[in-house]
């Protein structure tokens, strides 16, 4: 929940969301991105602290 990118939506099935890869899931992003390519996602930006 720390990108940049990630959004939480109002689809009560598809609850998070990536703005970068354009796709909704039930799991976070980062973890949809890490079982499909075994990798870190490549393009996450931290979020800046307040």
Avoid at 8 to 35: L, M, N, W
Wanted: aromatic share 12%; net charge positive.
């Amino acid at each position: 929940m720390g990108c940049v990118h990630h959004y939480v939506t109002h689809d009560p099935v598809f609850r998070y969301g990536c703005r970068a890869f354009g796709f909704k899931s039930q799991q976070s992003p980062i973890r949809v991105v890490q079982e499909a390519s075994a990798q870190q996602c490549r393009l996450f930006e931290a979020r800046p602290r307040k």
